[in-house]
């Protein structure tokens, strides 16, 4: 059984003997301790071109942010991360949308205007 674990590890470049990367990509629900991680992805100079938002926002209004998203099941918010080893890869969102005035702006919970 060993032997067969052992053919699956990688040789590197330089020819030592390495054992691969954990391959379990966990998605979860975003979490104030994601606050940095999310801080160094939305400030990457290739991502910051598709924000929808004011780039370089700090890592404590991302936690803000985070501690304030609504969730639950009558929200229409999701906003998810993928993890490995306790590392953020990567995230997804999905955020309602309406058009308000004539501008394109986040679903208004209050209903003092016609959106």
Known sequence: MLQGCRRRWLLSPRGSVSAPEPTIVVRRPLLPDDATAMMAIMGDPDVLPGLLQLPYATEAAWK????????????????????????????????????????????????????
């Open 64 to 115: 803000k942010r985070i501690e304030e998203m609504p969730v639950g099941p009558t929200t229409a918010e999701l906003f998810i991360v993928a993890a490995r080893g306790g590392e953020v890869l990567g995230n997804a969102g999905v955020h309602p949308f309406r058009m308000c005035g004539g501008a394109m702006r986040p679903a208004c919970p209050c209903a003092s205007h016609r959106c």
